[in-house]
């Protein structure tokens, strides 16, 4: 593109050539000293590194280092597990390093060695998708694909694309975002050959139903997602389940306005200028009432906590709706230690005292002696129903919810028994105007609020 120098950029987003000695030296002699313990204590592993440095396909300043140890496949479960974590705890303390456990499909050590984030995971040896036995086991085969068919000048267009996708917030295939994973982004460079050629299919070809299926399987119509990435290395699952409609249209958005006036800043961090008071003036002028739900998170693992969340505001607005308050949209947040913000913009917060209470057809005659025996002269016909006003339980949306969020009335929502405990232990429940008078308003709640009120902020430059 004559607008713009890809080279420019890629001297910014592509690691140094010392960067890669370090990242490589590193993970070479870990992958050294954890086949040596395990060679010392007699344990049947190997281990190989995997992921965005096995490919050459991270980003400048971003590499995670992926050590996957391999057990054979009549192992025990509980010996990989306990194995796993053995090495990949004597591994981190023989480099001074410090160590944490974390779970995902089985437990894993993750570790902070010489500057880096370091995964320590076990897995077993597969030959095929066939022989699975556990979600992870299929990462080894996802590197060996891609090291054969990404061809060596296609590393910087990964990096374009996934540095792009970065910068316009639809990267990354965790819950919290629920965009695109590095994997996916390999496979879309390798089906399309060129990052600008990924932008012009999602420019002008993408549409419901989006597939990518680089081996050719044809199983997409097994998949009910947006998007189909078929696994090259496993024919029945689906790259892209985890991707979400909105980063798709948002992806969409950016490589059209991207496409049309080409600009470097697209490959970088949005600078933003975030206001307090524009914020609490934009809230104020909307005329809308914005109620947030405020309470400490649960300790559990970021992809067990979002998904509540998330559960827990559709809830929250499903039961307002049902009492007649209209929604007008609502959102969530958290920093995953101190604080979780669930969002409730109302565009209905008050209601009538009365309401129609819909009863039986008038043909009914059993059902309408039931309904008129119940409601007495508050029944009359309408058309060729019956129908009764009543007075309603809940005028206001904040007393309501208010009046739902305690022990004996909290089975009206569905969430998880985590944040259901947190919850009734402690919640607070304020007004958006009040709470962005408070100090504890830090700025990363501030740029959520920011983010809500511009929801396309990221997708232009």
């Not at 989006?210 to 078929?230: C, N, S, W």
């Not at 009492?323 to 230690?337: I, L, P």
């Not at 998880?416 to 709470?435: P, T, V």
Request: hydrophobic letters at 40%; charged letters at 30%; a negative charge.
């Amino acid at each position: 593109m004559e607008n713009i120098n890809f080279d420019n950029v890629l001297n910014i987003i592509k690691p140094s050539k010392e960067e890669e000695e370090r990242v490589k030296s590193l993970s070479n002699k870990l992958i050294s000293i954890i086949n040596e313990i395990a060679a010392l204590n007699n344990i049947n592993a190997e281990s190989v590194l995997v992921g965005s440095v096995a490919k050459n396909t991270w980003l400048h300043g971003k590499a995670d280092i992926d050590i996957f140890m391999k057990f054979p496949l009549d192992m025990d479960e509980g010996d990989l597990k306990e194995y796993g974590l053995f090495l990949g705890i004597e591994c981190i303390k023989k480099m001074d390093g410090k160590h944490e456990l974390r779970y995902a499909s089985h437990p894993y050590v993750t570790g902070f060695i010489n500057g880096f984030d370091v995964d320590f995971v076990p897995c077993y040896i597969i030959q095929s998708a066939e022989e699975l036995k556990s979600a992870v086991d299929r990462t080894i085969l996802h590197t060996e694909y891609v090291k054969k068919n990404l061809k060596p000048e296609q590393r910087n267009e990964v990096l374009l694309l996934k540095k792009f996708m970065e910068s316009i917030h639809t990267y990354g295939a965790e819950f919290k975002v629920g965009g695109f994973s590095g994997y996916l982004c390999e496979l879309l460079i390798i089906n399309y050959g060129k990052f600008i050629d990924v932008l012009e299919a999602a420019s002008e070809k993408w549409s419901p139903k989006i597939i990518i299926d680089t081996e050719k399987y044809g199983t997409q119509d097994r998949f009910e997602e947006p998007m189909v990435a078929i696994d090259p290395t496993d024919k029945n699952r689906n790259v892209a389940a985890a991707l979400t409609l909105q980063k798709i249209s948002e992806f969409i958005i950016a490589s059209r306005n991207f496409l049309d006036d080409p600009k470097e800043d697209y490959f970088f961090d949005k600078q933003l200028n975030i206001d307090l008071n524009d914020i609490k003036e934009e809230f104020k002028e909307r005329k809308t009432k914005t109620i947030l739900i405020k309470f400490k998170p649960p300790e559990v693992p970021a992809d067990a906590l979002y998904p509540q969340i998330k559960k827990t505001e559709n809830s929250l607005r499903g039961v307002l709706e049902r009492e007649d308050f209209k929604v007008f949209n609502t959102d969530s947040w958290t920093d995953e230690k101190n604080n979780v913000i669930i969002l409730l913009e109302m565009e209905t917060w008050t209601l009538p005292r009365v309401k129609k209470n819909l009863g039986p057809f008038i043909w009914s005659r059993n059902h309408q002696e039931r309904f008129v025996s119940k409601y007495g002269n508050k029944s009359y016909v309408e058309g060729n129903r019956w129908l009764a006003e009543i007075e309603r339980k809940h005028k206001d949306a904040e007393p309501f919810i208010k009046d739902i969020l305690i022990e004996n009335k909290i089975g009206l929502l569905r969430f998880g028994k985590h944040i259901k405990k947190e919850i009734l232990k402690e919640h607070q429940i304020i007004d958006i105007l009040e709470f962005l008078e408070l100090s504890e308003c830090n700025k990363d709640m501030l740029l959520f609020f920011y983010e809500y009120l511009n929801k396309n902020v990221y997708l232009s430059r």
